[in-house]
């Protein structure tokens, strides 16, 4: 079966991280966040990809080129981001029989598109506590039964099982991919699946777990579980002196110094360097080329590449961007002192992260200056500076 992976959004959601790269290719442990989902195709045996490019197109086609792991991939260009609906149809040229979608910012368990493209026509579904956040099915029994409807957010969910963003479609599909815009003004993929519900039998496939990645702390969680799942693997030059504890990984021409102790699952890419004297811990990813100083402390963080995190700092549940610069002594609260829930802003409104703990979220080539403080929920676009021994509660 061809997968179409959707890949075009413009992730606004995500910014500051995806003003320059592109929210499908942001890290998530040693790949992009897309290569999860295109993984997860091949291993349920899809024999084309095609990806659905729009925003930062050139960058998702220069990683997956035209054959990724054996797997031919083909691209389909939608020019203006008119919905997921609009995203598929703009592949539509490409297929031919049973295709599956998949959204290119969600991480599945392991086999359920394998379970979803052997129960085509189906539908990825997953439990969830506040199901009128999502598109809610119906169903007309237990789980793992047929799907008798699909509703957006609505007041009064039929049932809790959310809609996973993961399709298994019959051939006749590809001919009712042209809905009409919703009140949202996008054309939507759940339209076409309602379409698909009303002619066929189609299976509700529920997942143990899944993440949609939409929001910066949702990029933390995504880290969480990738570098969660590694096995230990010390390929580096790791100093005698260091300290590596449980399942870390130290990519081919990475530098752990002396004094280094790492409590895994950690991950450090090639090129990159840690120490002497540093502690990383607990679900931290440090990319390639980034540089972690003397005596700095990383906790369940995400350190894109070329990133420096100079002497005496310390960053906390924090997602830093790429070549960004902190100057030394910089400190990231990552608690408030009322024990609430840290509050992150997304599109100009202030939101819950639902985290007690987080810390701040830098866009690309942001700089702090030495001894900065940086309060929880803070966002720094991309090129912010800080000032020597400024305290910033403030986006900027
Ligand atoms: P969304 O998460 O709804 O959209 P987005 O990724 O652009 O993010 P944001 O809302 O923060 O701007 O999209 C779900 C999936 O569908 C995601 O993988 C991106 C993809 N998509 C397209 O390919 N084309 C589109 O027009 C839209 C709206 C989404």
Same mark, same amino acid.
């Given at each position: 079966m061809k997968a179409v992976v959707l890949a075009a959004g413009q992730g606004t959601r995500m910014r500051p991280l995806s =003003?320059?790269?592109?929210?499908p290719m942001l890290p998530v442990a040693d790949r992009p966040l897309s290569a999860h989902t295109v993984d997860a195709a091949i291993d349920a045996g899809a +024999?084309?990809?095609?990806l659905v490019i729009g925003y930062e197109a050139e960058t998702v086609? +220069?990683?997956?080129?035209?054959?990724y792991r054996g797997v031919p991939v083909?691209?389909?260009?939608?020019?203006?981001?008119?919905?997921?609906?609009? &995203?598929?149809?703009?592949a539509r040229d490409h297929l031919e029989g049973p295709f599956a979608v998949l959204n290119g910012d969600n991480l599945y368990d392991p086999d359920a598109v394998d379970r979803l493209f052997d129960a085509c026509p189906a539908i990825c579904a997953i439990e969830v506590d506040e199901p009128s956040n999502y598109g809610v099915l119906s169903t007309d029994g237990e789980m793992d039964t047929r799907v008798t409807g699909i509703v957006e957010k609505p007041d009064d969910p039929p049932t809790n099982l959310a809609n996973a963003g993961a399709y298994a479609f019959p051939a006749e599909?590809?001919?009712?991919?042209?809905?009409?815009a919703s009140e949202r003004g996008e054309r939507e993929i759940t339209d076409v699946v309602a379409q698909v519900i009303d002619e066929h039998d189609v299976t509700a496939v529920t997942l143990e777990r899944w993440l949609d990645v939409g929001r910066p702390w949702e990029l933390l969680e995504a880290n969480e579980w990738k570098v969660g799942d590694l096995d230990r693997r010390i390929d580096g030059d790791v100093s005698e002196a260091?300290?590596? =504890?449980?399942?870390?990984?130290?990519e081919a021409g990475a530098t752990v110094r002396p004094g280094v102790v790492i409590e895994g699952p950690v991950l450090i890419r090639a090129g990159a360097t840690v120490?002497?004297?540093?502690?990383?811990?607990?679900?931290?990813?440090?990319?390639?080329? &980034? =540089?972690?100083?003397?005596?700095?402390?990383i906790k369940n963080s995400v350190i894109s590449r070329g990133t420096s995190v100079s002497h005496l700092s310390y960053v906390g549940d924090s997602v830093l961007g790429q070549d960004v610069n902190f100057g030394a002594g910089t400190n990231v609260a990552n608690l408030r002192h009322d024990d609430a829930d840290v509050k992150f802003t997304v599109k100009g409104d202030r939101?819950?992260?639902?985290?007690?703990k987080f810390g701040v979220v830098a866009g690309d080539e942001v700089k702090t200056g030495i001894n900065s403080s940086l309060s929880p929920g803070l966002k720094l676009g991309p090129g912010a500076m800080t000032r020597p021994g400024e305290t910033v509660d403030r986006d900027r």
């Open positions: =003003e320059s790269v592109p929210k +024999d084309e990809i095609v086609r +220069d990683y997956f080129g035209v054959e083909t691209y389909a260009v939608q020019e203006v981001q008119a919905g997921t609906a609009d &995203a598929v149809n703009s599909a590809r001919e009712w991919l042209e809905v009409p260091a300290t590596l =504890e449980g399942p870390v990984v130290v120490g002497p004297n540093a502690y990383v811990r607990g679900s931290t990813m440090v990319g390639r080329n &980034a =540089e972690i100083g003397h005596s700095v402390e939101v819950s992260t639902g985290r007690r």
